[in-house]
């Protein structure tokens, strides 16, 4: 199994700002993901972090609105940008290891935008 | 376009009843079903799966059954305990790795 860590755990922003969120493992998954969960919703994957390469997105998300990095197999971070109260969500990243079916989330980073 | 849905957004069981969970998908490429467990301010945590070749898969208290043809599966928890209460998603994986998850069903078990 995997733990997974999230900074910061919540915080408060003011519109027109940015906020990067950074997700650590405590053991190297092959996969690492960033999820949504909007007030009511299910969670909505945003996109794959891919390690050393461009994340990969999923309909509806964009690299300008959430740039990604992964610069190694236990940590990434998400960059929530230019923030509307539109994206006041509980923002998720998780890791997959290749030889399990499973998926380990991290606790949540809770977004309010002002 | 919703893939997943589960049709209850809420469930009140009784403690030592069953709970029944319910989950449909529409994807019929979907070929391996993951049930995560969610408290508030937690991330979610894997409960139990099942592949596609089965249909029924039995942890502990817990089981998970699919019906491939009605693209329907269920999650029944027995017997329930107040510690059971939480918002439960279904999270069909696809082929590539992907998780699409249902809208979840929140139950509460009541002593």
């Known amino acids: 199994s995997a733990v997974i860590s999230q900074k910061p755990s919540r915080d408060i922003c003011q519109r027109g700002t940015s906020l990067t969120i950074q997700c650590q493992v405590d053991?190297?998954?092959?996969?690492m993901f960033w999820y949504r969960q909007q007030p009511g919703q299910s969670l909505t994957l945003i996109a794959t972090?891919?390690?050393?390469?461009?994340?990969?997105?999923e309909s509806g998300f964009v690299i300008d609105k959430f740039p990604i990095s992964r610069p190694n197999l236990t940590f990434s971070t998400l960059t929530v940008s230019n923030m509307s109260p539109e994206d006041s969500s509980i923002y998720l990243c998780?890791?997959?290891?290749?030889?399990?079916?499973?998926?380990?989330f991290g606790p949540g980073t809770r977004l309010l935008v002002l | 376009d919703q893939q997943v849905k589960q049709n209850s957004p809420s469930l009140s069981v009784q403690e030592g009843r069953i709970s029944i969970l319910n989950c449909d998908y529409t994807?019929?490429?979907?070929?391996?079903f993951l049930w995560y467990k969610k408290y508030p301010a937690e991330g979610p945590t894997f409960l139990i799966s099942?592949?596609?070749?089965?249909d029924k898969n039995e942890d502990g208290r817990f089981t998970v059954f699919l019906n491939k043809s009605a693209k329907h599966l269920s999650l029944h928890i027995v017997p329930s305990q107040p510690g059971d209460s939480a918002v439960y998603f279904c999270?069909?994986?696809?082929?590539?790795?992907?998780?699409?998850f249902g809208t979840g069903t929140s139950l509460t078990v009541i002593p």
């Open positions: 999270a069909p994986l696809s082929t590539g790795n992907q998780f699409y």
């Open positions: 099942i592949s596609s070749i089965k």
């Open positions: 994807n019929s490429m979907f070929d391996y």
């Open positions: 972090a891919n390690q050393g390469s461009e994340a990969t997105y």
């Open positions: 998780s890791g997959h290891q290749g030889n399990q079916e499973t998926q380990y």
């Open positions: 053991s190297q998954v092959t996969m």
